[in-house]
């Protein structure tokens, strides 16, 4: 049986961090087996380490605030809709090279045949996408921790002053975005409403987008899709739960308009190269 | 088609289409529409700049050096191709009320035609709206505005000849929704321009014709008048 590390547990203290465990199975070799635990707001990372390597933890009081530096912004649970992601790395005595890792949401866990029935729904619910209505996207999940812009924000007003800057993407936070995640999804017809405004003809196309359970999603979030690099704002999230666990997302969405900063922001550079 | 010998001072754009009268809602809006213009010309320095085109440069960098294009337009422009463009300035004017300032709006006669001459001030308000992604730049370009406006009044003043040119005000910074979430700010003033106008009763006029007529002789009075207008 090989090495697998899983996370079991993690549940919210709000709003003053999470409680996270996890167990090892399939551990053969005799010697100590070293934990890491990080922390990040994508599934994809990148990650924030929270507990540095221990020998023979299998649980971790994630607190928050973290001791603040000038300049950084620490995550915080006063949102409701702010999701973290946690990453255990198990590193074996054999080594680095043998080392596993897990990720998990922090969200309630399902037991039995809730478990399955979660299982099965999100399989037939991924053959679908893959292989009849979906195509591809990249999630580009908005940062809502870490260094301040220091060329576009102030830090007296926590205003952005420059909507366009390349350092952040408009987010306020040195990178802007999670690394992407590549997924499927099912995205309806894009109707564009043409208005009369005091700002000339203002154009809006709203639609909605089904997609699988991960990364989960929040307002103003991005969606990238890949084959027609149409970028949207994610504008409300209505999950579809199973005994208040996420079993799929469905989203409503608008469509940016093309000179937004967000087409900037490269994700996929074999499929949309960079000219702007 | 520019209109043939303007005026140096003169409510209205040098060569705006023929259409357009001094200080008609048209002009003004242009007037301002190109002052607010001149103070985002790349030169200046800004992290914005004004350019005719809007596509985005590949090496935008919001800064003084690498600027972002603003998007400078009248209000209601339909025929703008940039969509949901931001940062953006939408230059739009108010209604405009007449303002006397002689009794009857009378500036002189001369009784001999009865030619009367006419005088009013009318006031106009202006509404420059400054329209971002962010509050915080909506709020800068805005201010970037107000001040323009305020320390440039007199100057704009003289140039347009215009009557009155008011402090600007310049407003709080809303959200609003649109495909996202956008931020305004207004920066409001009013302007009064010189209105001008005469009349001139036709009876006394059609009176001289008859009396020279009668005193030219001619039996005919449309071979008098052929003779008369017709070279």
Not at chain 1, 105 to 121: A, D, N
Not at chain 1, 164 to 183: A, E
Not at chain 2, 125 to 154: C, H, Q
Request: include cysteine; charge should be neutral.
């Amino acid at each position: 049986m090989a090495l697998t590390v899983t996370i079991t547990r993690t549940t919210p203290l709000y709003p003053n961090g999470a409680f996270v465990q996890w167990d090892l199975s399939g551990a053969v070799d005799e010697g100590t087996y070293f934990f890491s635990l990080f922390r990040s707001g994508s599934s994809n990372g990148p990650w924030d380490e929270i507990m540095p390597a221990t020998a023979s933890a299998y649980s971790f009081m994630d607190r928050f605030p973290t001791p603040s530096v000038v300049g950084y912004q620490d995550p915080t649970q006063l949102s409701l809709a702010r999701g973290f992601y946690y990453k255990v790395v198990c590193v074996p005595p054999a080594g680095f090279a043998s080392q596993v890792d897990a990720v998990m949401e922090v969200e309630p866990t399902l037991e039995g045949k809730q478990r399955l029935i979660k299982r099965k729904i999100l399989r037939d619910e991924s053959l679908m996408l893959q292989r009849l209505n979906g195509v591809p996207v990249a999630v580009l999940k908005r940062r809502h921790w870490g260094t301040r812009c220091p060329k576009c924000f102030d830090k007296y007003t926590k205003e952005s002053m420059r909507s366009n800057c390349t350092n952040c993407w408009g987010t306020t936070f040195v990178g802007g975005y999670f690394d992407p995640v590549m997924t499927f999804a099912k995205r309806g017809v894009t109707p564009n409403q043409v208005g009369m405004t005091a700002q000339g003809k203002a154009e809006i196309a709203t639609t909605n987008v089904t997609m699988l359970d991960v990364p989960g999603l929040q307002d103003d979030d991005i969606l990238v899709f890949l084959r027609d690099n149409k970028r949207f704002i994610v504008k409300r999230v209505l999950p579809t739960e199973l005994q208040t666990v996420t079993v799929h997302q469905r989203l409503e969405v608008s469509e940016l308009p093309r000179s937004d900063i967000i087409y900037r922001v490269q994700v996929d550079p074999f499929r949309t190269p960079r000219l702007f | 088609m520019a209109l043939q010998g303007e005026p140096k001072f003169f409510p209205r754009m040098p060569g705006q289409q023929a259409d357009v009268m001094p200080a008609s809602p048209t002009a003004i809006v242009a007037m301002f529409t190109e002052i607010v213009r001149e103070r985002f010309r790349p030169a200046n320095g800004l992290a914005w700049a004004w350019s005719e085109s809007q596509t985005p440069e590949v090496t935008e960098d919001n800064d003084g050096y690498n600027p972002r294009k603003v998007l400078i337009e009248p209000a209601f422009s339909e025929h703008a191709e940039a969509r949901n463009y931001r940062p953006a300035i939408y230059i739009d004017k108010g209604e405009t009320a007449m303002q006397s300032v002689a009794i009857n709006n009378m500036a002189g006669k001369r009784i001999q035609t009865g030619l009367t001459g006419y005088y009013a001030l009318a006031t106009i308000p202006i509404d420059i709206e400054i329209v971002s992604d962010k509050k915080g730049e909506s709020a800068t370009m805005a201010d970037t505005v107000w001040f323009y406006m305020l320390s440039g009044r007199n100057l704009i003043q003289e140039t347009f000849n215009l009557h009155e040119f008011t402090p600007p005000m310049l407003g709080r910074t809303l959200p609003g929704e649109k495909d996202k979430t956008e931020w305004s700010t207004h920066v409001s003033f009013n302007i009064q321009t010189h209105l001008r106008w005469f009349t001139q009763p036709v009876a006394p006029l059609l009176q001289s014709v008859v009396l020279k007529y009668r005193d030219s002789g001619d039996p005919n009075i449309d071979t008098y008048l052929l003779k008369q207008y017709l070279p």
